[in-house]
């Protein structure tokens, strides 16, 4: 937790982020033709409450904007940090019972779970969209709302193949293979020769969820048709639950109770020579000085291609949601708005160290992504993301879905033989059901 004090909005200090002119009520005002601040009510505070940081620059620099703002305006601010896990259970409690964080930085398409409970910030968001070059597409989709943004998109956490080249060489691979096909040989090979592969099988928000809809989209399976019919139980989704059992064999015991935590742990021990992961497994070995070795070793690129022809990939997303049960809700948005400014959000993605891919198109020059050869596989995620509700409409059935890990649990109990690939995506069937009700 940190907390901010009140100050004068006239003091300034090495923590002002923001550049420009201090106007009547203390408002920054950009040099801008759509100009937009908010005034925060009299005595106003703020609870934000975000997910545990994976990458130590990111919650730094996070921290470090919110002083700025705190500074600027005098409006205290605490930052509470949750595991992944938690922050869609609290986020929900919150919207239920009308009290609890003011902003929350949610996962997916959860802002549609309890649409009515939230601040409209359609104005902000036109706002940063005119002035930043818009909104990724995917992004926007989540934070969106019968045409009205019920969050803001904050960002894409890119997900990509993480692995030893040494060991992948000393598997007999000089290239490592672009399609589902040649994978599947690369982790047999691995395997062989001790080194397993392992990916997220448990009720993982990121990495559980990225393999698990990769695994059926890349075969061509899909929970729902453009009408929002569910579609799950398909030929083509069973094809994938099938690769996923082969590919299970593959990896080292355990995998079907990871969360979010034990891959990047398991990687960084040795135990295994590949996972899918954030860039932050990387970074974890490059700032280790015990690790130096191991991070020169690494490589990260794109999911293989399967069956379907394409790449697919979920990549979690996060949009930052203000209940508008807030006291505040001028102080909350003026938040948000400068948080998402270019001179707060330049800096935080550098410190995120290509963590962190930007929401908004005119941010995708930044610096970061030349910085390292292996930013080069999470540049694009924002632009190629397909939303977990693909091909239907997102809403509250499709964040229903998601927050009950179907895609995830039925592609782990086919991969471990609990269930048939048949059963499996039979159960997903009737499960998705009950929420997409037609």
Not at 12 to 30: E, Q, V, Y
Not at 181 to 193: Q, S, T, W, Y
Not at 290 to 309: H, S, T, W, Y
Not at 328 to 341: D, G, Q, T, V
Request: aromatic residues 12%; hydrophobic residues 40%; glycine residues 10%.
């Amino acid at each position: 937790m940190a907390e901010f004090t009140r100050r004068g909005i006239l003091k300034t200090g090495a923590g002002l982020a923001a550049a420009g002119a201090i106007g009547s009520g203390g408002l920054i005002r950009p040099a801008y033709a759509q100009d937009l601040s908010y005034t925060p009510e009299q005595g106003a505070s703020l609870r934000v409450l975000r997910w545990a940081k994976f990458v130590q620059g990111d919650e730094n620099q996070w921290l470090a904007n919110t002083k700025a703002f705190s500074d600027k305006y005098g409006v205290p601010v605490r930052v509470d940090s949750e595991g992944w896990e938690d922050i869609r259970p609290k986020a929900a409690v919150a919207a239920n019972v009308g009290s609890g964080p003011d902003i929350v930085l949610v996962w997916f398409d959860d802002a549609q779970l309890y649409p009515d409970k939230l601040l409209d910030v359609t104005e902000l968001a036109n706002y940063l969209g005119n002035k930043y070059g818009g909104w990724y597409e995917g992004l926007q989709g989540y934070a969106q709302r019968d045409g009205k943004f019920i969050g803001l998109p904050l960002a894409t956490i890119g997900n990509a193949i993480c692995y030893r080249e040494s060991w992948v060489k000393q598997a007999g691979f000089n290239e490592f293979p672009k399609d589902t096909d040649g994978f599947l040989a690369l982790c047999r090979k691995l395997k062989e020769i001790g080194h397993p592969a392992g990916f997220t099988l448990g009720n993982g928000v990121g990495d559980g969820n990225n393999f698990g809809h990769w695994i059926m989209w890349s075969h061509g399976g899909k929970m729902v048709d453009e009408q929002g019919n569910v579609t799950v139980n398909s030929p083509e989704t069973i094809a994938g639950l099938k690769y996923a059992a082969e590919l299970y064999k593959t990896f080292i015991p355990g995998t079907e109770a990871w969360l979010d935590t034990n891959n990047n742990r398991a990687f960084l021990a040795g135990e295994i020579g590949m996972t899918a992961n954030g860039v932050s497994l990387y970074y974890a070995a490059k700032n280790d000085p015990n690790l130096q070795e191991m991070a020169k070793d690494i490589r990260c690129v794109p999911l293989p291609i399967g069956p379907v022809g394409q790449s697919v990939e979920l990549c979690q997303t996060t949009t930052a949601v203000a209940f508008n049960y807030t006291k505040y809700p001028n102080a909350a948005k003026e938040y948000l708005r400068f948080m998402w400014e270019k001179e707060q959000f330049f800096p935080w993605m550098e410190a995120s160290s290509g963590y962190c891919c930007q929401p908004l198109k005119g941010y995708a020059d930044h610096p970061v992504w030349k910085a390292d050869p292996n930013n080069a596989a999470y540049a694009g995620a924002s632009a190629r993301l397909r939303p977990n509700g693909y091909a239907g409409p997102l809403g509250y059935a499709s964040a229903a879905v998601m927050a009950d890990y179907i895609v995830v649990n039925m592609v782990a109990e086919a991969a471990t033989g609990q269930r048939t690939p048949e059963e499996a995506a039979a159960r997903a069937q009737k499960r998705a059901e009950r929420y997409y009700r037609v």
